[in-house]
């Protein structure tokens, strides 16, 4: 069939402008982001930590890393919503207020919508909430943008973004 691309729902556009990100930019834009959230996550676990001792009455407990929050249930879950929200509030908001992340930035790469406009906020929560599956099926969803004809992954699709170049070479 002409004109017929794998899989069929993923139109193909023109691109004078933008080029699609490469997978060395989105990997680095991946790690940076990722090294700054875990420090987040830290703060996010010592704040945890502390706010569960003061409330428990062992503030001034010598060894408080052995009343740490991972060694209770509560305390883990607390961390774990805490960590959540970190993570999954960094990037759309960062995304609908300037398109990219800081990571991002520094590597290269914004997210577009697919006439190169930036995206608009169903868009940023949309590839937010299509990020989940992507990611929970053993990553397949990211995977997908190695072999692509766009390099989008399923996200990307279902949110009608893509992530493309700063500039274009």
């Not at 680095?28 to 420090?39: E, I, K, N, S, V």
């Not at 009343?67 to 993570?87: I, M, N």
């Not at 893509?162 to 070479?169: D, G, K, V, Y």
């Amino acid at each position: 069939m002409k004109g017929w691309t794998f899989p069929p729902f993923e139109e193909m556009h023109p691109w004078p402008l933008l080029r699609p990100a490469s997978a060395g930019r989105l990997f680095l834009a991946l790690l940076l982001d990722g090294c700054l959230l875990l420090g987040f996550s830290g703060v996010a676990l010592l704040l945890t930590t502390a706010i569960l001792l003061h409330l428990s009455g062992n503030a001034g407990h010598k060894e408080w890393f052995l009343s740490a929050p991972w060694y209770s249930l509560g305390g883990g879950l607390l961390w774990l919503l805490t960590t959540f929200l970190v993570w999954w509030g960094y990037y759309p908001l960062l995304r609908a207020a300037c398109g990219q992340t800081l990571g991002e930035r520094i590597a290269g790469v914004r997210l577009v919508s697919m006439d190169g406009s930036p995206p608009k906020l169903w868009q940023v929560l949309g590839r937010g909430v299509g990020a989940l599956p992507s990611l929970m099926l053993a990553g397949a969803g990211y995977l997908w943008a190695l072999t692509s004809v766009q390099r989008r992954s399923w996200h990307s699709i279902l949110s009608r973004t893509r992530m493309a170049e700063n500039w274009p070479s």
